[in-house]
Structures are given as C-alpha cells and as structure tokens.
C-alpha cells in the first residue's frame, strides 16, 4: 500500500476510499477484473457477512490466487468467483447492485497480453451501468499509459460524456500536474434510471 500520507498520488486509493464509505453490510457488489483480488478481499470485508462479492476474471492465475487470498482470510464465503469475461456479468447477477469496480490492464506480474480490451470493456461497461442500482456506484481506472489503455480511454470519456446528467452523477479525476500516462478514475453514481424520469 501507498503511505498514508500520499493517498491522492493514488487513483486506486481515491476510488476505494470512496468504496469504503458507501458500501454497507449486507450490500452486493461486483469487481470486474479480479486479478490478484485486492480489490476482491477489500469489498468482500465492506459487504460483510450477509452481503456478496462477484468477481470476474478470464485467467485461471486470477481465479486461484484471489481463492487463496480469501481462504486465508476467511472472507471466500462472501465471494463468487467467476471465470468468464465481465461483458457477460448480466448472465449471472439478476439482482441489482450498490457497486461495480473496474481496474482495467493486465493483471500486476502476470502476461501482460492478457490485458482488457476496449470493445469488451465497453460492453461490460455499459452492463455496469445497467445493473447498478439507484445509489449505486460505478469506478473505472484506466491507464492510458499502454496501448489498448488509451484506447479504452478514448472509448469511456464520450460515453461517460454523454450519460444524462438526471440518471448520473459523473465525476473525472486526473492528475493535472503527471503526463497523460497517468491513470484516469471515473467515479460515477447512478442517480435514477431512464424509465424512473
Ligand atoms: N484489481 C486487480 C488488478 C486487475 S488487472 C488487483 O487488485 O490485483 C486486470 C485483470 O483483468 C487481469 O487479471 C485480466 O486477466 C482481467 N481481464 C482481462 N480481460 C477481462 C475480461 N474480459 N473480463 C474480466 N477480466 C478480464
């Protein structure tokens, strides 16, 4: 972890602070790229108990350590694990839910083929949207700093642009001062749904 005084060099940090204190016991969440679980175990802990965890990855690596890590911390029966791509989450979440995270790339020591990529990240985007509920929360970090990052930077900022201002809350942190390589956060809350207006 980042020290404690530097957080805002952080965008991971900026969006799990946020997390932190919005997510209750008892609430259901999604991580959309599991990786090595950090973020899993970290919602896993908000959720409590009573809530759910669903956490999708396309690597088995993903899959076994984010199982360790959770045995370990007696957190794995709060979470589902699933090995298939986050475009398809709607087959297996039909309930709504108070929070999706995305942390787009490769997975940290991993092959760095096996990075997200803009068009499935898109439809999967556009699923988090959808199966949000009203309050819920929405964080995507990007990393223009690659390739395919950029590209899906290219993707997200238009379609978050064009969100209407009635049903979200959109939010665009990004580090003035650092070269355009630096991560970007979108932070966006679903305020209502289109049928709701
Ligand atoms: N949040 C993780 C890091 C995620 S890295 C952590 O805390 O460690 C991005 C992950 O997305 C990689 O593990 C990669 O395998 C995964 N990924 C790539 N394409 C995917 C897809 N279509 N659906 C779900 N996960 C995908």
Not at 36 to 42: A, H, I, L, Y
């Amino acid at each position: 972890m980042i020290e404690e005084r530097f957080q805002l060099r952080s965008a991971r940090w900026i969006a799990a602070d946020y997390l932190e204190r919005h997510l209750k016991p008892g609430d259901r969440a999604i991580d959309a790229t599991m990786g090595n679980g950090k973020d899993t175990e970290r919602l896993c802990q908000l959720v409590g108990d009573t809530g759910r965890v669903y956490a999708f990855d396309v690597q088995d690596q993903a899959i076994s350590s984010t199982r360790c890590r959770l045995t370990q911390e007696g957190l794995i029966g709060r979470a589902v694990l699933i090995r298939d791509g986050h475009e398809h989450m709607e087959e297996y979440i039909r309930e709504p839910v108070q929070a999706v995270v995305f942390n787009l790339g490769w997975l940290p020591g991993g092959d760095h083929a096996v990075t997200t990529k803009t068009a499935t990240t898109e439809r999967a985007v556009d699923a988090a949207l959808r199966i949000l509920c009203p309050g819920g929360i929405l964080s995507v970090c990007v990393y223009p700093g690659h390739k395919e990052g950029e590209k899906e930077l290219r993707m997200l900022v238009p379609k978050f642009e064009r969100l209407d201002v009635r049903c979200f809350a959109v939010l665009y942190h990004r580090f003035l001062n650092a070269s355009d390589d630096a991560p970007r956060l979108f932070l966006i809350q679903k305020i209502r749904t289109n049928t709701e207006l």
